[in-house]
């Protein structure tokens, strides 16, 4: 047998190996991105038409889906949240509620995609950025749900007993007791749902349109930054004087805006649960 | 209105919301059944299912050689990703310092942040040409997307293994200790078994990650339909299949039946996938 | 001559919390040494101290000396696993692992490299033995010790303990989660462990204290207020602050 020792080196070793290589290959496909796309970024190419070649519809398409899609899943999921933390019985359809929103979450986004081709596509008549936005409203649902709900059930059950003891009805607490100290939590649900819309292509692949105008009308079609990626990197050059490689540069320069918008999401997730957990919950844990 | 109306109008509002989530699950059931049920009848059941041809125009719709390279991709990738997510898990509950954890988190997170498209940018340009020319062409082949996954399904297994290893009592650990167990005797004697469940959990949430990853394998797989003789083979999944099709596929055609269908075959995988994890992680 | 196990001059932080203050103190083998003293006095923590409890936390920091066979114990060549193996503990949860009593007993001596069945059994009958708690247990060995009370499941850790054949066993109030008669028993197990262990228990149980222990130490706030033989020290404490506490004064 080996020393336990011995062992514990070895296997400390070898988790450091591992743990460096998983971390560099993360590093690797980012700056691999950057060396590859950042002659692209420019300011035609980020700000121009599109029409010229630029991405100003991309860039517009995606700002508006996202806020449509956020029109659509904040009221409805922060509405469920309440529903399931404050009000629902402890019952089998309360249950089955639950279960269907983790099932949701698990659906491969390409089925979404399905989805909305079958439904809001025929629904409407036609590809647009509102049957592109209840899609990703579909998609990102449940993550709404469960970070609102996750934020709500924190809040301390003494806070509650504390304005009901003053005589306030359930939604005067929900509202001005519950809703007021998880906000924190639920942005941070705004945030992921956000960036589920920049992040995902599979669900808007023929549903959102692919205009190259800016939109205007919910009923516009347009395309994504993600979008645009994925047909800079699969479509010839249609265009005189574009090489292909020329579309895999701009792709690339692409993807750095993709993570750039990332890591910004993924920053202020940290700063809001950072804040959140500093002021607010000292007190009340 | 009273604050008693106020409250009842509040309560079915609520009611209302949750109501509208739960129909979107029904709802995406109903649609991708409505419309792919009729490329089981259209083609019969077992002609679709083991059948190995894909003819737009003659319409004869079998999804064989997709559900295999599902599967393959999917195997492949998860044999490699498990011990090694597993592994980085174990790291950062067990050895990493908080400095170092706060390095490594965030990379991590960020991992899981990155939109498929981009692995699939990156596998294309630097993996493909490098499988090419490096082993055998055309590139585009099913060890690409096995490798494109292993990295994509990384942050889930590490994240929720990690958070199964983190649920372990510290009186177990204590206990082990305290009777002069090295770090790795503890680890694996008493957190993994511990953990055991949870960490299974994980690693079949990630297979489920990978059988429904869309895009990316789309970009590297090379999407022949046929069953790959080897890793470096061409291939093509139930997911990239619908990703290349859906946009020419006519409304109400039997073509967009038989791409429905695969999202229905598609989806029982993951059902059982996921199922078999929350049943494990004790979600439900 | 020096005892096997001192602390010289030991001061512990967590963070910036001075939990331990120069605390000097010396054991007596084969006797049993109790540690008294108000929550939060930082008894636990001086004696967590002596199996190197404290690394797993990551925000402590020590300072002084906790000298065991003549090596300093924090020292860059101690192997805190190989001490722990010297200096067993039992915590105040009784914390079984999730395993058989069989495999619990036994993990301490496997993790060891002991492999041989016949060897193993040996020493899990004679640990449950010296524990007291193999009559109750010994048609039941595959059960898991998490369906054990909680008095049976602490003898199985005290059991676990025993096995590794440590010489001194520290014991973190390690009746404060049982009734009466299980503490009653752990009691008894302890004075017949005496004759051949060190033995070293934190107890904020005053009359545990001085039923079973051989010399009382009171601690207050980090600080070794007051030390003697038991008799001495509940009989005519000379500290004032001890003497209250012994008396109940404190909360």
């Known amino acids: 047998m080996i020393k336990p020792q011995i062992a514990q080196k070895i296997s400390s070793v070898l988790l450091w190996t591992i743990t460096l290589l998983v971390v560099s290959s993360m590093l690797f496909i980012i700056v691999y991105t950057v060396l590859h796309g950042w002659r692209s970024l420019n300011m035609h190419f980020v700000f121009g038409s599109t029409i010229t070649g630029g991405l100003m519809a991309p860039i517009l398409g995606t700002l508006y889906l996202i806020l449509l899609t956020l029109l659509f899943i904040f009221p409805l999921g922060v509405g469920t949240a309440i529903y399931l933390s404050e009000y629902a019985p402890e019952n089998k359809f309360t249950k089955f509620t639950k279960f269907a929103l983790k099932s949701l979450a698990g659906i491969p986004s390409i089925i979404y995609g399905l989805f909305g081709v079958a439904f809001f596509v025929v629904f409407i008549g036609h590809t647009c950025i509102l049957a592109g936005a209840l899609t990703m409203a579909c998609l990102s649902l449940p993550y709404m749900v469960t970070s609102a709900e996750e934020a709500l059930i924190g809040v301390p059950k003494t806070w509650r007993e504390a304005s009901y003891a003053l005589g306030a009805t359930k939604w005067e607490t929900t509202w001005k007791i519950v809703i007021p100290a998880a906000l924190p939590g639920i942005m941070t649900g705004v945030i992921l749902c956000a960036g589920r819309v920049v992040a995902e292509t599979a669900p808007l692949l023929a549903t959102v349109g692919f205009s190259p105008f800016n939109p205007v009308s919910p009923l516009d079609g347009a395309r994504t930054l993600a979008l645009e990626l994925f047909y800079l990197a699969t479509e010839a050059p249609s265009t005189g004087g574009i090489t292909r490689q020329d579309l895999i540069t701009q792709a690339m320069g692409v993807a750095i805006i993709l993570f750039i918008i990332i890591i910004l999401m993924n920053m202020s997730v940290r700063w809001i649960g950072k804040k959140y957990s500093n002021e607010q919950y000292k007190i009340g844990r | 209105m009273s604050k008693k109306n106020i409250e009842i109008t509040v309560r079915c509002l609520l009611f209302l919301c949750s109501i509208i989530s739960l129909m979107i699950l029904v709802g995406i059931g109903y649609f991708l059944f409505k419309n792919g049920f009729s490329a089981f009848i259209e083609n019969g059941l077992g002609n679709f299912i083991f059948g190995k041809t894909w003819n737009i125009s003659k319409n004869v719709y079998g999804v064989y050689p997709l559900i295999l390279g599902s599967l393959f991709v999917t195997t492949g990738s998860i044999i490699v990703s498990a011990p090694i997510g597993i592994s980085v898990a174990i790291f950062m509950t067990d050895i990493a310092t908080s400095d170092i954890k706060k390095i490594i988190g965030p990379c991590i997170e960020l991992m899981a942040g990155i939109p498929s498209i981009v692995f699939g940018l990156v596998g294309m340009i630097f993996l493909v040409p490098l499988i090419r020319e490096n082993f055998s062409p055309p590139g585009y082949s099913l060890i690409a997307a096995i490798i494109v996954l292993i990295v994509m399904t990384m942050p889930t297994i590490i994240t929720l293994s990690e958070d199964s290893l983190r649920s372990v009592p510290r009186q177990y650990k204590e206990a082990s200790y305290a009777l002069g167990a090295t770090k790795w005797q503890t680890v694996w004697n008493v957190t993994l078994p511990a953990a055991k469940s949870g960490i299974i959990g994980a690693v079949i949430l990630g297979m489920g990650r990978a059988i429904g990853e869309a895009m990316a394998v789309y970009m590297v797989i090379g999407n022949a339909f046929k069953i790959p003789n080897s890793l470096f083979d061409p291939s093509r999944t139930l997911t990239s299949n619908i990703v290349g099709q859906i946009e020419e596929a006519a409304l109400n055609s039997q073509h967009m039946h038989a791409l429905f269908a695969c999202g229905i075959i598609l989806l029982i995988f993951v059902f059982l996938f996921n199922g078999i994890s929350f049943k494990m992680r004790k979600v439900v | ?251």
Not at chain 3, 152 to 169: D, G, S
């Open chain 3, 1 to 251: 001559m020096k005892d096997k196990l001192y602390s010289k001059d030991l001061s512990l932080w967590y963070g910036k919390k001075q939990a331990l203050k120069n605390v000097d103190f010396s054991f007596k083998d084969k006797s049993i040494t109790a540690f008294i003293g108000p929550s939060g006095c930082g008894k636990s923590t001086y004696l967590r101290c002596f199996n190197r409890m404290n690394d797993l936390i990551a925000t402590v920091n020590i300072e002084g000396e906790v000298v065991y066979n003549g090596i300093d114990i924090n020292g860059k060549d101690a192997d805190p696993v190989e001490i722990r193996k010297k200096i067993g503990m039992v915590f105040q949860q009784p914390n079984p692992l999730p395993k058989s009593i069989y495999e619990n007993v036994a993990y301490g001596p496997k993790i060891a490299g002991i492999k041989k069945k016949k060897t193993l059994n040996d020493i899990v009958e004679k640990s449950l033995r010296k524990a007291a708690i193999w009559n109750e247990v010994k048609d039941e060995l595959k059960k898991s010790a998490l369906a054990l009370s909680g008095g049976q499941q602490q003898r199985i850790c005290l059991a676990r303990t025993l096995a590794i054949e440590p010489e001194i066993i520290l014991m973190d109030e390690p009746c404060s989660a049982l009734d009466p008669i299980a503490t009653a028993k752990i009691e008894q197990t302890m004075l017949d462990l005496k004759k051949d262990y060190t033995i070293v228990i934190v107890t904020h149980n005053i009359q545990q204290a001085a039923r079973i222990s051989d010399q009382t130490a009171f601690m207050l706030l980090g600080e070794l207020v007051e030390h003697g033989t038991t008799k001495e020290m509940f009989e005519k404490p000379i500290n004032t602050e001890t003497s209250d506490y012994i008396n109940g004064r404190y909360g």
